[in-house]
């Protein structure tokens, strides 16, 4: 593809179809275990993990477009350090404290004077925090060392600028957004939802559960940079 930008071949839409075919194959794979468990542990429903779903593509745009744009910026030698392995140690970060975050409400209702002061809190307010760890998680998975990326960040380093490097990080990072994860994480919240109606007492271990899952993830990607 480096050959075809020398030869002025490259177009946005040739970059967007670069980010469609990974949104529609290596993202599902890699992102559907984070966010399908985040979603299912957190049992809100369809239209609060389509919500968490979009906030999570959101982070993962954003970062493609800022990474594009250093790399625009930096040139080869910093897009080579930023497709590195140490991303797995970024995303394990995130998987863990995503993990903590689910755990969160279940101790607070062990206590009944901290679950009456959480109660005084405005609902928007908890609903915008829990947004956190999606958006996080899209991030850092963003980082994923892969081939899509390594393409992506050397077409920017070769644009020979930041704002031509941002350009093709959104338009690569638009096309990642066409994944699948759209239907089949908004379908995990559902699913967890409609386990968890009518048994309340199985809400715990449900989000006990995914919390694990999620921080068994991380620790797997940490235990990559040993």
Not at 30 to 47: D, E, K, N, S
Not at 52 to 76: K, Q
Not at 95 to 103: C, E, T, Y
């Amino acid at each position: 593809m480096l050959e075809d930008l020398v030869a002025g071949q490259v177009t946005l839409t040739t970059v967007w179809l670069l980010g469609v075919s990974m949104g529609l194959t290596a993202c599902t794979v890699t992102c559907l275990p984070f966010m399908g468990t985040w979603a299912l542990g957190r049992a809100g429903g369809q239209a609060e993990a389509f919500l968490h779903t979009g906030v999570f593509l959101a982070g993962r745009v954003t970062t493609y477009t800022l990474l594009a744009a250093l790399a625009g910026a930096a040139g080869l030698g910093l897009a080579r350090a930023l497709g590195g392995p140490w991303g797995n140690g970024v995303i394990g970060v995130a998987s863990v404290a995503a993990g903590l975050w689910l755990l969160r409400p279940k101790v607070s209702r062990c206590s009944t004077a901290t679950a009456s002061l959480a109660t005084t809190q405005p609902i928007h307010f908890k609903r915008k925090a829990d947004s956190l760890p999606p958006l996080f998680m899209g991030a850092a998975l963003s980082l994923t060392p892969c081939t899509p990326l390594a393409s992506l960040l050397a077409l920017a380093a070769h644009a020979g600028s930041a704002a031509s490097g941002a350009t093709y990080g959104l338009a690569f990072g638009l096309g990642a957004a066409m994944t699948p994860i759209l239907v089949l994480v908004p379908l995990a919240g559902r699913l967890g939802q409609e386990i968890r109606n009518g048994r309340e007492w199985i809400a715990r271990w449900l989000s006990c559960g995914a919390a694990a899952v999620l921080i068994m993830l991380g620790l797997r990607r940490l235990m990559l940079l040993i």
